[in-house]
């Protein structure tokens, strides 16, 4: 059975007070939030929407920005539905970022595969039936454990399979879908939920 995750923050924020860069870049990820919405990727939740996604600001450094937690990705997004994560600290639990809301409850799993994987520039989080229930006909990567959102033991659940990979299964509960660019990880997404739309389910 699918879970999506709530709105809830579990970590510590430590806010620069700053808000976020006007980049040009935000364009192209409200682009794709209104596609995961439109598309059944990160359907309606409560007041916002279950999934996130994100991209990295520069090569090779692991700031990245991130929707807010709880946001509606089915609205017209502005910079001030972003936030721009600088750090995240296992140790004290706390995410040091800039903007005006809270980024979103799975900050930390974002910044544990930049920070594991420099190819990754795109990491887009999302929750679809067809995708999960479909996942062993397509021998998609899946997590051994179903963990709870926004911990450390989904984080450490991930991480674990990792390596090289561009799409994974977090067990009952959603997908990941990682791509050197934000089109690539879009187009990868809408790929796998076509291919399990196609053939029958099998769990």
């Known amino acids: 059975m699918e879970r999506v995750e709530k709105a809830e923050v579990k970590f510590k924020v430590k806010s620069t007070g700053k808000p ?3 980049l040009d870049s935000l364009a192209e990820l409200s682009k794709w939030c209104g596609l995961f919405h439109e598309k059944g990727l990160a359907p309606s939740y409560g007041e916002g929407s279950s999934g996130n996604l994100s991209f990295r600001v520069a090569p090779m450094k692991n700031e990245f920005i991130i929707t807010a937690s709880g946001l509606p990705l089915k ?3 502005t910079a001030n539905d972003f936030v721009l994560v600088h750090d995240f600290d296992r140790a004290s ?3 040091s970022a800039s903007g005006a809301k809270k980024p979103s409850s799975q900050t930390a799993l ?3 595969i930049y920070e594991k994987r420099p190819d990754v520039n795109a990491v887009f989080h999302g929750h679809c039936s ?8 397509l021998r998609l990567t899946q ?3 179903e963990e709870d959102y926004g911990s ?9 399979v990792l390596s090289g990979r561009g799409f994974i299964i977090m067990k009952n509960h959603g997908f990941l879908s990682l791509g050197k660019t934000m089109d690539e990880a879009g187009s990868k997404a809408l790929d796998v939920q076509r291919r399990a739309k196609s053939g029958p389910r099998t769990q």
């Open 20 to 22: 976020v860069p006007a």
């Open 75 to 77: 609205n017209a997004l």
């Open 93 to 95: 639990f706390t995410v």
């Open 110 to 112: 974002h910044h544990a």
């Open 130 to 137: 067809e995708i999960l229930g479909n996942a062993a006909r």
């Open 143 to 145: 997590t051994r454990a």
């Open 152 to 160: 450390l033991a989904l984080v450490d659940g991930v991480i674990s």
